[in-house]
Structure formats: structure tokens, C-alpha cells
């Protein structure tokens, strides 16, 4: 058996595993899989290389037969959870093993190289949403920030973070092969990837190039719907200042209106105008405790969540 591979975890269990019943058995093996992992096993990747380890060897057999196995029948037990192991690291080293924490963490965000993904149909304006610069996002370590770019992102399932094309009940992305880049730089079993430059992202400008009659849309919806315009818009109305907040009223207004005509005349999804023009600001006025509620004469009134109060 190789010395070296066995680490410091195993210069002297031999009478422990020798001695000691199956749970002593299973408290090695997991300070093993840490040492040799490198991680904490609550980590999805140490997660899913342990499945495969323990499912060659039939850990569970051992585990089950353990208590009455002689000092050398455990020796030889121990052995092919060993053999598993050296071979289960080697494949696993320095590449991806499929195990799906980062797609249930967040969504990738879009670089420029993945517009190959939307030249060749495994993207499409559905699947891709746009955040704004100046909105709140929480960054994938869960931080909270204000964007000073524009971003492009995967869209997630309804209700969570996770990607929408992880399937997380068979831990199967749908596009693997043809996954986007920052899910390409994605390095667990290492140093972080190095933080992108402002540039290496890629925007709606990009994408829209060679659509100038919806790019001249996008613009007059940016021009109109600016974050900082709709800031602004919020602290007139929390400062009562109603010829400022009308600002905001129309901001509200016309992105509401867009939005349906791209949907009746142009006949796109709910979800492709949200790539176009990022999401709706009744969405956005949420996370400010306002709710919009249209009337039957089709004007919008803002209504604060925490008290009723009509804004």
C-alpha cells in the first residue's frame, strides 16, 4: 500500500480499526476523506466523490459486517476503501466532477465568449435575463452589492438561486458541454479563478448589434428607466416631494407599457423582455416595501407593504 497516499490520518489506526467497532471504522474513513480531499465533507464535491468511492468498494457492506470481522478480515476490508480512494482522487484532481453546488449557489453570469452559445441556439433571449447597473444583487458568496456594469445571467428556478438548466435531482446540467464560460473557470479544487475585468462580460449591446430597431428600444428604455433616475424618483416620494417622484411614476409607466406592447404586437415572452429590459420595476419597488397596483384607468399607485399607505 502506498505510504505516501495514506497520510498522516493513517500513520497508526491499525488498532483502532483493529479494536474498535464500525462507527470508530466510519470516524477514520471521514477524517481520511478530509485529509485527502482537502475539504470539509459537507462540501458538494468531497459529497460526490465519496458516493463513488464507497460505492466501489460497498461501503456499506463493510460497514454492516464490520463488527464481526477478525483484526485480518478488516485489513482486508479496509484495503479496497484504500484502492477506491487512490483512484477516486487521481480522476478527481484538478477538473470538475459534476457535483452541482455552484449551480444551486447562483446562476453564471455572462462573458463575451459565450456569444458563440447564442450563435448557435443553445441560448436564447428566454433563458437570459439583464441586471441593470445600479441595482442590488447579492453576489454568489451571498454579499450584498450595487452593480456599476451590466450583467447577462442564466435565469434561475422560480423560488431559488439555482441554475435554470441544473436538474438538481439528478445532479445533471443540461447544456454541460456547452456550459458558459465563468462555469468553465469555476475552480473548487483550488485557488479562485482571477476576478473578470469590466470588459471580459458581455452586454445587450453585443447581442443586439444587428437588430438596431430593438437596440434603439433598449435605449430609450435605459434613457427613460435608469436606475439612478428611479433612485431618485424613491427618495423624492419618501421626502414627499411629488413633482420629483413623477419621475418615477413615469419611469413606472412606460417600462410597464413596453413591455406589453413587445409582448402583444412583438409577440415575445415575458421572459425574453426581461433580457431586453431587465426586470419589471414593480419587481425592483418590491425590495423597496412598495407594492404597484394598476387601476381600472390603467395608472399605477404605489402602495407601501408595511403599512398600506398610498405612496
Known amino acids: 500500500m502506498d505510504k505516501k497516499f495514506l497520510g498522516k490520518i493513517m500513520d497508526d489506526p491499525w488498532e483502532s480499526l483493529a479494536k474498535g467497532p464500525r ?14 480531499l482537502g475539504a470539509s465533507l459537507k462540501s458538494g464535491r468531497v459529497q460526490k466523490v465519496r458516493r463513488e468511492m464507497e460505492k466501489q468498494a460497498d461501503f456499506p457492506k463493510i460497514f454492516q459486517d464490520w ?6 478480515d478488516r485489513a482486508k476490508a479496509w484495503r479496497p476503501l484504500m484502492m477506491a480512494a ?18 444551486e449557489i447562483s446562476s453564471p453570469t455572462l462573458f463575451a465568449l459565450d456569444l458563440a452559445l447564442f450563435q448557435k441556439e443553445i441560448l436564447t433571449w428566454k433563458e437570459v435575463y439583464t441586471l441593470r447597473p445600479g441595482e442590488q444583487v447579492t453576489s454568489r458568496e451571498g454579499k450584498p452589492e ?10 434561475e428556478v422560480p423560488a431559488s438561486r439555482q441554475c435554470w438548466f441544473y436538474q438538481a435531482a439528478t445532479q445533471v446540467c443540461r447544456i454541460y458541454e456547452d456550459r458558459p464560460e465563468q462555469c ?5 479544487w483550488g485557488e479562485p479563478a482571477p476576478e473578470p475585468a469590466p470588459e471580459d462580460f458581455l452586454t445587450r449591446r453585443t447581442l443586439l448589434s444587428g437588430v438596431p430597431e430593438v ?12 436606475s439612478a433616475q428611479v433612485s431618485q424618483g424613491l427618495r423624492d416620494l419618501a421626502a414627499d416631494n411629488q413633482e420629483g417622484a413623477q419621475t418615477l411614476f413615469e419611469a ?9 406592447m413587445l409582448i402583444n404586437e412583438w409577440e415575445l415572452s415575458p421572459a425574453a ?6 426586470r419589471p420595476l414593480t419587481e425592483l419597488l418590491l425590495a423597496h416595501g412598495l407594492k404597484a397596483a394598476m387601476t381600472p384607468e390603467g395608472v399605477f399607485q404605489l402602495e407601501r407593504e408595511a403599512s398600506g399607505e398610498a405612496g
Open 23 to 36: 462507527e470508530v471504522m466510519q470516524s477514520i474513513w471521514e477524517k481520511y476523506l478530509v485529509e485527502v
Open 67 to 72: 463488527n464481526n470481522l477478525s483484526p485480518q
Open 86 to 103: 487512490k483512484e477516486k482522487v487521481h480522476a478527481a484532481q484538478d477538473r470538475c466532477v459534476r457535483c452541482g453546488e455552484c449551480c
Open 146 to 155: 450595487t452593480l456599476r456594469e451590466e450583467r447577462l445571467k442564466i435565469r
Open 184 to 188: 468553465r473557470r469555476q475552480n473548487c
Open 215 to 226: 437596440w434603439d428600444l433598449v435605449q430609450a428604455h435605459t434613457e427613460r428607466c435608469a
Open 252 to 260: 413606472l409607466h412606460f417600462d410597464h407599457y413596453l413591455r406589453q
Open 273 to 278: 423582455t426581461e433580457f431586453l429590459l431587465g
